[in-house]
């Protein structure tokens, strides 16, 4: 795993949603949207309850995710960012990381999530191997 390019590191700091790709256990793409971060060079998911993809994960550790970039490149096509790895899941952590998100993707003072004492719940914790798609990031 190398480290992120800081043009990576900048983009998601801004808060895109990603499109995130984990595999059934016949094989078939499961796709589901997720607020997303970083820590040291892993991206992060919180979850506050044992989903599909996390199931996913446990039985098969490769994972996609896909951004929508801003913009369009000099022909006139989207940017995007695709990042592909692998994934572990550890348990506990999910409030904090998603209240530290939701200051992103909902605003500085929300509170997420919005319940009291809330569950310890999981984080996808991404490895990432490839970075492509259409952007300053596939330099």
Known sequence: MAALPASVRAFLATG?????????RDGDPDVSVAWVGIEDDEIVIG???????????????RIA??????????YGLDRYLVL?????VTE??????????????????VVF?????????????MAVDKVSGNGPWTG
């Open 84 to 88: 592909r790895g692998r994934a572990r």
């Open 16 to 24: 895109p949603i990603a499109h995130v790709v984990t595999l059934n």
């Open 65 to 74: 995710m896909s951004f929508q970039a801003p913009g369009r490149d000099d």
């Open 92 to 109: 506990g952590g999910a409030a904090e990381l998603l209240q530290h998100l939701a200051r992103t993707y909902l605003g500085p003072e």
């Open 113 to 125: 999530p919005g319940m009291p004492n809330p569950p310890p719940g999981f984080i996808i914790r």
């Open 47 to 61: 979850t506050m309850s044992d989903q599909r993809k996390l199931r996913n994960l446990r039985a098969d550790p």
